[in-house]
């Protein structure tokens, strides 16, 4: 069946240091992929999306690009700052079912330093 | 715009007794979404509905209930608690048809522990 795997955390930073958070997935149909953010005792939401190979999403500094070749979707960010300091999640919703499931890894928690 | 929100925020309880986590949007939305959340597991989902009295399990169906007589309401309900039932419990919601972009929209979850 479908999967995400993503790299585990926690990952810990100083602040405007490069961040890199690995995300690969298996899917039999054409998935559309995402990032949620989850900040402290909150619920999560959309960081940025891609709906098909070679989109980039993006969205408040944070990009990933949807890599059919590498099934990967890598969450990066150039500089990061102290309110970055969330749990990532990477996921999938598949299209060939209508999108009816999204599929969750892990979730990797990030802590920034000052 | 009050979004999805979910009731009771914090709840503890007892081995065997029942509890119902309750879920309601102001979206209209047609997906509803139950999802527990464990550290190393990230999100699982428990069960979902498509429309109003149409429901399906999900991956960890087991000792859960729900059901859906209105499209704003989605409540959850563990009939028999068991300590393995302790997570933090997350209702989303996701537009149909030609709006859908496969977002989900989350309640900001319930944390629920057995004791």
């Known amino acids: 069946g479908d999967s995400v795997t993503q790299m585990e955390g926690p990952v810990t930073l100083s602040e405007e240091a490069f961040l890199t958070i690995n995300c690969t997935y298996t899917a039999t149909g054409y998935p559309s992929l995402f990032w949620y953010v989850q900040y402290p005792g909150e619920g999560l939401q959309l960081l940025l999306k891609?709906?098909?190979?070679?989109d980039k999403g993006s969205n408040k500094g944070f990009e990933a690009t949807y890599r059919k070749e590498t099934t990967s979707f890598h969450l990066e960010k150039g500089s990061v700052q102290v309110s970055d300091s969330a749990v990532y999640f990477c996921?999938?919703?598949?299209?060939?079912?209508?999108?009816?499931?999204?599929?969750f890894g892990a979730g990797t928690r990030l802590f920034v330093k000052a | 715009d009050a979004g999805i929100t979910q009731s009771p925020r914090y709840k503890i309880t007892e081995t065997g007794r029942q509890v119902t986590l309750m879920c309601h949007q102001t979206w209209s939305h047609s997906y509803m979404f139950w999802y527990r959340q464990d550290l190393g597991h990230g999100l699982r989902l428990i069960y979902y509905s498509a429309a109003a009295d149409i429901t399906d399990k999900g991956e960890v169906p087991d000792g859960y209930v729900v059901s859906r007589s209105k499209t704003e309401n989605f409540p959850l309900t563990l009939e028999s608690a068991t300590r393995s039932q302790t997570s933090v419990y997350f209702c989303a919601s996701r537009r149909s048809g030609g709006a859908n972009t496969g977002e989900l929209f989350f309640g900001e979850g319930s944390r629920l522990t057995v004791l």
């Open positions: 891609a709906t098909k190979a070679d």
């Open positions: 996921a999938l919703s598949d299209g060939n079912t209508g999108g009816f499931k999204t599929i």
